[in-house]
Nanobody, 117 residues
Framework: QVQLVESGGGLVQPGGSLRLSCAASEIIRSLYAMDWFRQAPGKQREMVARLIVGGNSHYADSVKGRFTISRDAAKNTVYLQMNSLQPEDTAVYYC???????????WGQGTQVTVSE
């Protein structure tokens, strides 16, 4: 069982930045991918960034050029650096880990990001 603990959410003004952290209870290299999803009120949960462990990163079109996913293997932690935040980025952000063989999904508890004046 992989446990994920997010932190770093909060209230920020438009144009501001936040960095989310996701600490994993298991060595990241044992996972296939780690991702950040978000869910805004009344909307479906969507993936915003994916980090293939040992591979590439992928981003939703809406966040390309503004968000960066990265990892610190020594700390078993994945980050989401969010710049140029806009009100439409307001959502609960969830950390997700994907393990293969068998395919298993793990979710964090979520952290609220609010972008407002």
């Amino acid at each position: 069982q992989v446990q994920l603990v997010e932190s770093g959410g909060g209230l920020v003004q438009p144009g501001g930045s936040l960095r989310l952290s996701c600490a994993a209870s298991e060595i990241i290299r044992s996972l296939y991918a780690m991702d950040w999803f978000r869910q805004a009120p009344g909307k479906q949960r969507e993936m915003v960034a994916r980090l293939i462990v040992g591979g590439n990163s992928h981003y939703a079109d809406s966040v390309k050029g503004r968000f960066t996913i990265s990892r610190d293997a020594a700390k078993n932690t994945v980050y989401l650096q969010m710049n140029s935040l806009q009100p439409e980025d307001t959502a609960v952000y969830y950390c997700h880990a994907l393990k293969l063989v068998p395919t298993t999904d793990y979710w964090g508890q979520g952290t609220q990001v609010t972008v407002s004046e």
